[in-house]
């Protein structure tokens, strides 16, 4: 099934993202993880895939298999081109083909010491895995502007339009802390005409070394409110790992409420967060998604 139509039978689309472990650790490492995801009923589940074709790429293919095939869950395989030659591309594809995956995130990655190959940004990937045939595409956005955009998120929309055009089917933010950045988002998106659904990526913060990595990598802004948690509970991992999932809660919730066509949980490999956020939100999904009768 193509992602693209659980956004037509729902009215909110709640998914997971996972990463595969690292080479020197079994790929069976993960199993339990997915085992603990899939109870948890999501509609989807996204593996993401290493940037210039890593020798873990096998496994972002391999999990989506196991997770559709042994869970019957729907799965998203993240593809980044940066570095990567079209017959490299083509492998990848055929793979997924093969491995019964229909769904694709169509990414450019991020410009390391990899050169750029054949593909220059992620339209140009996405436009060719259109051209390839029947496969559905996702695309990455940014509320708060991509960090090369220095914050411009009138020129990202611009891009994200080109996204859509190229053949995009729907789109997942990057994290963000503040809804306020994904309402202004989502009108600027709609004023340009972009018509494709919009997921909005919420990430638990569950310690301080990874808030200051996200927030170095992706330059997601933290309002006060959660500079507050993270100070006053820095030397409690657990007080701070709660706090963080309420904090999550609390943005989902208001996100829901607000109409938003899906939430997408970065679930950071941790059951014990998306279990606690699934739970407490479980009765706002099946509100919000139960069909009227009348
Ligand atoms: P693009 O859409 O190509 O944009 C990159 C930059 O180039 C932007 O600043 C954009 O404005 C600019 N740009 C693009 N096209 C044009 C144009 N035509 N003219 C002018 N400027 C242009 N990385 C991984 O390595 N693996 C993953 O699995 C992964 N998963 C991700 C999942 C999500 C939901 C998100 C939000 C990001 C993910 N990333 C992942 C990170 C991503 O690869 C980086 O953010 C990367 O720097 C940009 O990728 P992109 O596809 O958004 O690039």
Not at 38 to 55: F, K, W
Not at 127 to 141: T, V
Not at 156 to 172: M, N, Q, S, T
Request: proline fraction near 3%; charge should be neutral.
């Amino acid at each position: 099934m193509k992602i693209k139509q659980l956004f037509k039978d729902k009215k909110l689309v709640f998914s997971f993202e996972i990463f595969p472990p690292k080479p020197d650790y079994p790929v069976e490492t993960i199993y339990d993880t997915i085992e603990e995801l899939s109870v948890l009923n999501p509609d989807y589940i996204s593996v993401t895939y290493g940037a210039g074709g890593s020798v873990n790429n096998n496994r972002t293919c391999q999990l989506s298999h196991f997770i559709k095939s042994r869970y019957g869950i729907e799965s998203l395989a993240h593809l980044t081109c940066i570095g990567s030659s079209k017959e490299y591309i083509d492998s990848i594809i055929r793979e997924l083909r093969d491995k019964d995956i229909y769904n694709i995130l169509a990414l450019r990655g991020d410009i390391g010491n990899i050169g750029i190959g054949e593909f220059n940004n992620s339209q140009e990937l996405i436009q060719y895995i259109k051209e390839s045939g029947n496969l559905g595409i996702a695309a990455a956005c940014y509320p708060e502007g991509h960090i090369e955009s220095k914050k411009d998120v009138d020129k990202d929309i611009r891009v994200l339009k080109l996204k859509e055009e190229a053949g995009a089917d729907y789109f997942i933010s990057q994290l963000f802390f503040d809804n306020s950045y994904f309402y202004d988002f989502l009108d600027k998106a709609k004023q340009k005409g972009i018509k494709g659904p919009i997921q909005a990526g919420v990430m638990p913060v569950i310690n301080k070394k990874q808030i200051e990595r996200v927030v170095s990598l992706c330059g997601a802004k933290l309002p006060n409110k959660f500079l507050r948690i993270m100070n006053k509970y820095e030397y409690d991992k657990l007080a701070l790992r709660d706090a963080g999932i309420a904090f999550a809660l609390e943005q989902i919730v208001d996100l829901a409420s607000f109409g938003v066509d899906g939430i997408h949980l970065y679930t950071m490999n941790n059951p014990y967060i998306a279990k606690n956020i699934s739970k407490n939100i479980e009765f706002i999904l099946s509100s919000i998604n139960r069909k009227s009768v009348i």
